[in-house]
Structure formats: structure tokens, C-alpha cells
């Protein structure tokens, strides 16, 4: 074992800045926003003249409703409040709260997921993209529209890391990669603040590892583990400009994460410096009971309060108790002063105190223009992952064919708009029924479409006219997977196949011997083993939004081409699950000994591997080469590879960086991805592709919260999967 060599207590890797990046160089962790002495002279003010209550209430995010007493404004019993989004209903609140004893402004917040009213493909298909410029944009996007309706605030990014495709949520973060992860969060947080609003980077933290996969299940995380893949992509939100922080409904290694001090004092707002504030998830202070964590209201409060949490979401918790609390001497009054400083202070810095409201009157013409709708277009093709496409079926040729288009979905525009609808509406959506219809007559082919069963497909009752329509046709496009319903919050499920009735359908589609092409919808990596046998063309178009039907034609026929990336590792079946490329290797790798790792009825290996996707050419790697073979601290490896384009048609490649510490004084994960660029490559054509990653990111946590480098020898691995590539090495020397 080598000597480990110490570089710094805590995180010091920027991976935002490894991520995409040809030539990434030191870490850029300016924050868009400093501490301004004038403010905090203003909040000084306030704080002075605040009473107990109003100092309170600012502790507080209330839920709006169509009976929403507005008193609660206009009190100032309320600092902040969700779910409103019609305009003049903001602007009305607004007014209200301005009216207030001290004329405070309220914070208006909403889900504003993956769009407000035009709606972009959910998280984990943007995060599918590997494009973190067009993420910012699609955020920038999403917060215009808001910002517009009289909001200030997104109660998004989630950023939660996952390794189990159970549990519902995956659909609403960036998958399984730490430096994917990194990339996506900054990239939304600078995003929706180019667009107007604050983000809230949630849910802080382990979420995502809830045992099972069971929605709010409790997580066991080590400290190394939590700082190496689970906070990277807070961290990197925090350095982006997030203003505030949702803490996470899950208990973290015992302490649920609401009222846990590790996490949100001695990392978040120690550590790292966070200086906007902490909102607790829905209720969760009042839900420190159900962990047996608070044996009453007022300890609820109290426990959260002192851990450092800032702001309750929706409970009455803070209303009841805080001031019993503080007048009993259990929470000191500093404390709530410096929860109400960090309210006020966001509340500054996003201008409501110095610029005037957006006008309600102007705000319809500023949702879903054509640059927008175009936006949520190019993302969704960004988006799409192409994981199966025997004798280069897709892109179809239909002149003078017959299509036949299967499966509800297809028709179905809220299951192209995904989870979280925000203030999307049917009637703007673009299903893939209609935009493939409507290309028919110039493409001098048909459609006809027989759904088969509803998009659940719950009942056999249509399959005959849909088999019949594929007997008729000469080729098949078939959209099945989850409904909008089965993603997102409380919709975790213990078996991932095609829901319902659907596999039944696509088998008997398939008997037809007519080219099927098969068009999943959904949240999350399902099983889908089947298909990836026997159907020739697969393409995963997750939940793609408001435009995502006329994307899906155009990739269907060509006009563009897939460009995703697989963002997590594609199972073959349940029982493999936790499933995820970045794990640790064992004593007996799975080489077909008996005693060896691996199951006596299935694969060990993935269907599809993290980062693997198709396009409508290929590409080959060669001559990886690193600029120099021995580094130190402080040095960046210097990765370059050729990259041919060998197939007939330009296209685009998501260069992957992988590396590999195979021996080490802790067990390292087998790859870890370092840096990865899309490039656009002409057929026959060769790009050198350079990387340079600094020796820094090369390391790992300790338990402690210590972050290492260990001089020795380490091996840089560059493709196009997380297990199709070309590799090198090199020695870290002190
Ligand atoms: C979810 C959050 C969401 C909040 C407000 C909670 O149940 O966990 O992600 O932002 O509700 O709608």
C-alpha cells in the first residue's frame, strides 16, 4: 500500500469543471453571489424591528390553494409560499405581502422541474444529454417563464444520485454519476438564475439511496461514500448559486437529514460556506415524530432548528413551538436571527426589495414561444438514447410504405409531458401520433394508428386491431412504457418491466414478422430484456415534453439523430439492483467459478452499460495518448484520443474518461468518470480529442472527511460506454 498523501479536510475537486470540458484547468468556484455589507446593513435594520412572530413567520413557506387567505401575507405570518402560478394570483399575493407591517416581500415558489409552461424532457432524460450547455439553457428556459408568472424560486434541481431504478424519483435527477451529477446541478442552478429564479438543490441528502428503492425508506451511507458520490453535485450547486437547500425526508445513518447537524452545519453551511438558506420537504420537521427522532411537536422544532435547519416547508412545527423554544431558553434568539438574516439576505439578493414585480398583464406572451418550444425540441433529440438498431433499421425510409404506430402513449400528450407538469397543459403538447401524421403526405407514406390498450394497458381488449394494423403495415413503430403517473414522488415499484399488459402487446406486435421499432417512455431504466432480444430497434425517448412527439418524428425519420447517453446502468433484471458502474470490485470477480460473484440465474453484467448509447453512424477510438506518464500534485493529466467517425452520416459522440485507481489504501471503484465532450464529427472524419483533468480529482475521501490523492499508478480509460474503451496509465509521484 502506498503512502497516502494528504491534500486538503474536505472536498477540494471542482467536478463541475472536469465535466465537458476539452481543456478543464483549475477549479472555478466564484460564487455569482458574495456577502454585501450594504445588505447585511439593511438586514440589520429589519432584524432590529422585527418582532418575534414576524421574525417567524419569515421561517415559514405555506402552500397556496384556490382558498388561500391572503391575511397570512399581509400578517406576515408567511415568508414564502408554493404552488401558486397564475400571474395575477402571484401578483395579488405579492401585493398583499408588501402591505404588510414591514413591507416585506414574499418568496413565491413553485416545482418548476424541467420546464414551467413549456415543458422540456424530465431531469433524467436532460441529464441523458451529457450537454450541460443545453441543460443551462433548458433551465434558463424554464425560468423565464417563471419569472415571468411572478415567481422567484424553483424548488428544483433535484440532485440526488441513485443506483436503484425502483425507486421512483430517478426520473427527477441525474442518475448514478457523481460528475455527471455535478455537471447537471450547476448547470440547472446557473440556469434558472440566467432565467430569473433561485434554485433549491434538494433533497439533501441520501435520498436517492433509499433502501429497496422504497420511496423515504432510511439510508446507511458511509461519510467517505456520502462525500465522494452522494453531495458532489450539491456542492457543485452551492458553488453555482443555489440560495437555498431542501433537506432530504430520508434519515441518514440514524438522523433523518431535516434536523441532522453533520450535513447541514458542519458540511453545507461550515464546509462548504452556504450562506442562503435550508427549507425543510414537505412537513418533514412534524415527521421527525415518525423517526423516532422527536418525542413531541417542540422537539421537532427544536432538534431541526438547532441542526440547522432555516425555513418549514407546509407544518406548523416553527408557527407553534419557536417561540416557546426561544422564550425557554432552548434555542437561542442568535439562532433565529440567523435563520430570518439568511431568509432576508436571498430575499435581497433576487431583487425583491429593490425591483419591481414582473406586470401579470405581459406575462402570457412570454410563455412557450418558438424559441422555447424549439429549445424543448433540440433537447428532447439530446435526449433520446438509441440502444438497439440491428441492420440500420432506424432512421425509417417509409416512402411509399405503410407505418403502423401501437401503444397509447402514443397519442397520450401528458405522458409526453412528464411528472411534473408545473403549468404545462395538454393542449400545447406534441405527441408523436400527431407529428408523425403529419409528416405523412410530404414523406409520401401512412399512418395508422391502433392503440392497442390505453397507455397503462391494463386490458387485452384492442390488441387484435392493433396486430391487425401491424399485419397491414410494412413497418411498426410501438410506444409503450410508464405513464406520467408511474414516476416521480411515491412511485416506487418492485418490478421493472413494461408495465401492465404492454409486454403482451409488443410480443404479439412482434409475431407479426413486421420491422418493429420500440419507442419506451418513462423515468427510469425499466427491464426490458425481452425487447433487446427480439425487437430490432429500440429507442429509450424517457419523458420528452411538451415538443417531444415532433423531436421523436424527426429522430424516427432521420431529419435528426439520438445523441443520449445512457445516465444510469440499464439491468437485466430486479434482482441485480443496486446495479451501477462505479463499484468496488470484490475478492472473487465473477469469472464462472462457483464461488465466484455472481448469480446462478442471471448475468452479472448490465443490459446496457452508463453512457452507452447508438446514433445513426459510429465511431471508432484509437491512439489514446497522455502527455506525460509521470505527474504530481498540482500537475493535470493530459488524455488525448482519435475519434473516426467510420459510418455514412455526421453525427455526435460522447467522448467518456474514465479512471482507475486499482490499488489503493481504501478499495476503489472499478471506473469512475472523470470528463466527457460531446463532439460533431463528419463521416470518414477524425477529431483529436483532449482532455486535461488535474491530478486533484483523482482521489478519495476518507471517513474522516480527509480527501487523498495516493501516489502510484493509475489507468485512464476513454470510449464510448462506461465498458467500451481504450486504455493508458500513468504514475503520481510526490
Ligand atoms: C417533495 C419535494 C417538493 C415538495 C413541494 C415534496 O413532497 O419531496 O420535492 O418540492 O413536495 O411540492
Known amino acids: 500500500m502506498a503512502a497516502w498523501r494528504r491534500i486538503g479536510t474536505a472536498c477540494c475537486v471542482a467536478l463541475g ?4 470540458s476539452l481543456t478543464a484547468g483549475a477549479a472555478d468556484v466564484a460564487r455569482p453571489f458574495g456577502l454585501d455589507p450594504a445588505v447585511e446593513r439593511r438586514i440589520d435594520d429589519l432584524l432590529a424591528r422585527m418582532t418575534l412572530a414576524e421574525k417567524i413567520g419569515q421561517l415559514r413557506q405555506g402552500g397556496w390553494s384556490p382558498d388561500f387567505d391572503l391575511g397570512q401575507a399581509s400578517r406576515g405570518e408567511i415568508g414564502s409560499l408554493t404552488n401558486a402560478e397564475d400571474p395575477h394570483e402571484t401578483a395579488r399575493i ?28 424530465v431531469p433524467i432524460a436532460l441529464a441523458a444529454s451529457f450537454e450541460p450547455d443545453l441543460v443551462e439553457e433548458a433551465s434558463a428556459w424554464a425560468g423565464r417563464e417563471a419569472h415571468a408568472a411572478g415567481l422567484h424560486w424553483t424548488l428544483a434541481p433535484m440532485v440526488d444520485l441513485t443506483r436503484d431504478p425502483r425507486w421512483g424519483r430517478v426520473v427527477e435527477g441525474p442518475g448514478e454519476d457523481p460528475v455527471l451529477g455535478a455537471a447537471m446541478a450547476a448547470a440547472q442552478v446557473r440556469g434558472f438564475l440566467k432565467g430569473g429564479i433561485m434554485a433549491s438543490l434538494k433533497h439533501y441528502a441520501g435520498y436517492g439511496a433509499a433502501e429497496a428503492g422504497r420511496d423515504y425508506n ?24 443555489s440560495q437555498s437547500v431542501m433537506a432530504a425526508f430520508n434519515a441518514l445513518n440514524g438522523t433523518p437529514a431535516t434536523a441532522n447537524p453533520w450535513t447541514l452545519q458542519t458540511i453545507l453551511k461550515g464546509e462548504w460556506g452556504f450562506d442562503g438558506f435550508v427549507i425543510s420537504d414537505w412537513d418533514s420537521v412534524w415527521e421527525l415524530m415518525n ?20 425555513v418549514e416547508m407546509a407544518g406548523d412545527m416553527f408557527k407553534e413551538n419557536l417561540a416557546d423554544e426561544v422564550a425557554a431558553g432552548r434555542i437561542p434568539p442568535a439562532r433565529i436571527d440567523d435563520a430570518v438574516r439568511r431568509v432576508l439576505r436571498v430575499k435581497f439578493r433576487m431583487g425583491l426589495f429593490d425591483r419591481p414585480d414582473p406586470d401579470p398583464a405581459a406575462a402570457e406572451a412570454q410563455m412557450l414561444t418558438p424559441a422555447a418550444r424549439e429549445a424543448a425540441k433540440a433537447a428532447a433529440i ?12 432506424l432512421p425509417l425510409a417509409p416512402r411509399g410504405k405503410r407505418i403502423a404506430l401501437i401503444g397509447g402513449i402514443a397519442a397520450s400528450p401528458a405522458d409526453h409531458m412528464g411528472s ?29 394508428t391502433a392503440a392497442g390498450c390505453d397507455p397503462a394497458c391494463r386490458s387485452e381488449e384492442g390488441f387484435a386491431e392493433a396486430v391487425a394494423a401491424a399485419r397491414s403495415a410494412d413497418m411498426v413503430v410501438v410506444a409503450l412504457g410508464e405513464p406520467w403517473w408511474m414516476t416521480a414522488e411515491g412511485t416506487s415499484r418492485t418490478q421493472l418491466g413494461l408495465p ?12 407479426t414478422g413486421k420491422p418493429v421499432v420500440l419507442v419506451v417512455f418513462g423515468g427510469r431504466p425499466m427491464t426490458i430484456g425481452w425487447a433487446a432480444e427480439h425487437v430490432p430497434a429500440i429507442l429509450y425517448a424517457w419523458s420528452p415534453g411538451t415538443m417531444g412527439g415532433a423531436a421523436l418524428a424527426e429522430v424516427l425519420l432521420g431529419e435528426a439523430a439520438p445523441t443520449g447517453r445512457l445516465p444510469m446502468t440499464m439491468p437485466r433484471a430486479v434482482g441485480q439492483i443496486p446495479l451501477y458502474y462505479n463499484h468496488l470490485p470484490t475478492g472473487r470477480p465473477p469469472t464462472g467459478d462457483h464461488y465466484s460473484s455472481k448469480y446462478i440465474d442471471e448475468e452479472v453484467t448490465p443490459l446496457f452499460p452508463f453512457g452507452y448509447g447508438l446514433t445513426y453512424t459510429r465511431f471508432a477510438y484509437a491512439d489514446l495518448r497522455l502527455a506525460e506518464h509521470v505527474l504530481k500534485p498540482g500537475d493535470s493529466v493530459e488524455a488525448s484520443v482519435s475519434v473516426t467517425n467510420t459510418g455514412p452520416r455526421a453525427g455526435r459522440e460522447t467522448v467518456q474518461l474514465y479512471m482507475r485507481d486499482p490499488v489503493a489504501s481504501k478499495s476503489r471503484p472499478v471506473r469512475e468518470l472523470k470528463a466527457f465532450r460531446k463532439v460533431s464529427i463528419a463521416p470518414g472524419a477524425t477529431e483529436r480529442v483532449t482532455f486535461r483533468v488535474p491530478v486533484e480529482a483523482f482521489g478519495f475521501h476518507l471517513d474522516d472527511g ?16 462506461a465498458t467500451d474503451t481504450i486504455g493508458t496509465g500513468f504514475e503520481v509521484r510526490n
Open 218 to 241: 432510511t439510508t446507511e451511507i458511509s461519510p467517505g461514500t456520502m462525500r465522494d458520490i452522494y453531495l458532489p453535485a450539491f456542492r457543485a450547486g452551492v458553488e453555482a448559486g
Open 500 to 511: 401492465n399488459r404492454q409486454q403482451a402487446l409488443l410480443e404479439a406486435v412482434a409475431a
Open 420 to 448: 411534473w407538469g408545473a403549468n404545462g397543459r395538454q393542449d400545447d403538447a406534441v405527441t408523436l401520433a400527431t407529428a408523425l401524421t403529419a409528416k405523412a403526405a410530404a414523406g409520401g407514406f401512412t399512418v395508422t
Open 706 to 721: 480527509r480527501y487523498v490523492v495516493e501516489p502510484g499508478r493509475f489507468e485512464i480509460h476513454v470510449g464510448g460506454s
Open 382 to 393: 439530446a435526449s433520446f438514447v438509441l440502444l438497439k438498431n440491428d441492420r440500420d433499421l
Open 94 to 121: 405579492q401585493k398583499a405581502a408588501r402591505s404588510s407591517r414591514l413591507g416585506i416581500p414574499i418568496l413565491l415558489a413553485d416545482n418548476v422541474i424541467h420546464g414551467f409552461r413549456t415543458l422540456f424532457p
Open 291 to 310: 423517526h423516532g427522532h422527536a418525542g413531541s411537536p417542540a422537539e421537532a422544532a427544536r432538534r431541526a432548528m438547532l441542526a440547522g435547519l432555516d
Open 17 to 20: 469543471v472536469l465535466a465537458g
